[in-house]
């Protein structure tokens, strides 16, 4: 499998590579050449996730790896989960139209958020495929709090991976801030940036332009704008979809959406021939997508705080691959689309490409209010507590079964349940009046010292920050 730039420009280049590198040298992110088709959903019943999940990202790897130190890597990646299932689907009631609910939880990893079932494959991909290479990396990446410490966590400890991730002050919670800056392995550095997670998205990305320190520190990202994440949440909608249904019938999906690198991989899995129904991409008040599938129009707008930090983003960089396929996978056509968007603040798509977007796509999004309500009713009719993210898609879910794109009775709906509820206990407190617990193994997160590097929004100053540590 080989992979190209969302802009047209470069060669081919190899998993490893895409792995190692991240961003594409002309600005665009890469995606492979070709997509490939899924294994039949009845040669995937009754394996485990581990198994399923070599199944189905297999094609994206294959050449670049060996098949059994891709299946050792993949079992170990998933041990680290704490339940068998790894994504587990919890059926919970029906929506008013009749169609069957359920959740994906996939938040039973080592830092209870969505992001752990990637990032701990990724991890461990970058330190085989740089062990073969004799090479190092400086992973760079911004979090909104839970790509933090799930990476953080991924890389603790790797010999050929120093991690920097940049965080915006006040604006994760107390307990993500204090997964990233309670971790003591050495080669990892938690950086607070004065502004917001764009602000720190924007520092990222210009790093990566920056070729000469790029080249000099052999910089990595670690955001979803990394296609091994893409790809390895393709997975859980595969085993989402054998756990509510015995047939090859539809299904629909609501996925609370920042950076639309969950959905996407959810798209990734239709057009590799998963039957889905709907694809539904859930905002909270920064709707900067919600706005984009109904109008054709993507106009920048600050960026808003909710109870649901990890979606508040206002540019969501996974787009430029769907925009890639639906502009004809023409790359020059993506880099103008996009220059003008940061040039202008605003740009449209009509006609066949708009269409396009509306045909794969539904949308809908939900203030703190509406969410906290979800929450509320959700643990007073099942006794569950969700997080703020997932109650959003939940949310989203209900009105758009009232009569919208989700009211067949036949086609089972699965909300993605992003974050564990003790990710987010004010918000969770806030609306049932009940202060979800951290699983047993993270009790003494609260009592451990904090070790917080800072730097401006400013690039010099975080390249200086970077080239000390490294000595
Ligand atoms: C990252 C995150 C999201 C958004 O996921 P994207 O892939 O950026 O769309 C939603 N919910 C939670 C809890 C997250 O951590």
Not at 85 to 112: D, N
Not at 114 to 137: C, P, T, W, Y
Not at 215 to 236: E, F, G
Request: proline fraction near 6%.
């Amino acid at each position: 499998m080989r992979y190209v730039s969302t802009r047209g420009g470069g060669e081919p280049r190899s998993f490893a590579d895409v792995l190692l590198d991240g961003l594409a040298r002309d600005g665009g992110l890469y995606v492979p050449e070709a997509w490939p088709v899924l294994p039949p959903l009845a040669d995937l019943r009754g394996r485990s996730f581990a198994e399923i999940a070599v199944a189905v990202t297999w094609p994206f790897i294959d050449g670049a790896i060996e098949r059994l130190d891709y299946e050792r890597i993949v079992d170990e990646a998933y041990a680290t989960f704490d339940v068998p299932e790894v994504c587990p689907v919890i059926p919970i009631g029906t929506l008013p139209s009749g169609a069957p609910l359920h959740l994906l939880e996939l938040y039973r990893g080592p830092t209870l958020a969505f992001k752990d079932v990637a990032l701990q494959l990724v991890g461990r991909l970058f330190d085989h495929v740089l062990s073969l290479r004799n090479e190092r990396i400086c992973v760079l990446g911004a979090t909104s709090g839970d790509t933090g410490s799930a990476a953080m966590d991924a890389c603790a400890g790797l010999d050929r991976v120093d991690a920097f991730i940049l965080f915006p002050a006040g604006r994760t919670s107390e307990v993500q801030r204090r997964q990233m800056t309670t971790l003591t392995a050495a080669n990892l550095c938690a950086v607070e940036i004065p502004g917001t997670f764009d602000d720190c998205q924007d520092l990222v990305k210009a790093a990566f332009a920056d070729t000469s320190f790029r080249d000099d520190v052999h910089l990595a990202a670690i955001n979803s704008i990394n296609w091994a994440r893409v790809m390895a949440q393709i997975t859980y909608y595969v085993t989402a979809h054998l756990a509510v249904r015995d047939d090859d019938g539809p299904v629909s999906f609501v996925v609370p959406t920042g950076n639309f690198g969950n959905v996407l991989a959810g798209w990734v899995a239709a057009r590799g021939g998963l039957p889905v129904d709907r694809l539904v991409v859930a905002s909270n008040r920064n709707d900067v997508l919600t706005r984009f599938f109904t109008t054709g129009t993507m106009s920048l707008a600050e960026v808003v705080p909710t109870t649901s930090p990890s979606m508040d983003i206002q540019v969501s960089s996974n787009l430029e691959r769907l925009l890639f396929e639906v502009l004809d996978r023409d790359g020059p056509a993506v880099a103008e689309l996009l220059g003008r968007f940061r040039g202008e603040g605003a740009v449209s798509v009509t006609g066949a490409v708009l269409d396009a977007l509306r045909s794969e796509f539904d949308c809908g999004r939900l203030d703190d209010e509406s969410a906290a309500r979800v929450i509320r009713d959700v643990h007073h009719r099942t006794g569950l507590l969700l997080d703020p993210h997932t109650a959003v898609g939940l949310g989203v879910a209900e009105e758009l079964a009232d009569g919208g794109p989700l009211s067949d009775p036949e086609v089972p709906v699965v909300c993605l349940a992003t974050a564990h509820p003790a990710k987010f206990p004010d918000a969770v407190e806030g609306a049932t009046g009940i202060r979800p617990a951290l699983p047993e193994r993270l009790g003494d997160l609260f009592d451990l010292p904090e070790r917080i590097a800072r730097a401006e929004a400013d690039l010099a100053d975080l390249e200086d920050l970077i080239r000390q540590r490294l000595g």
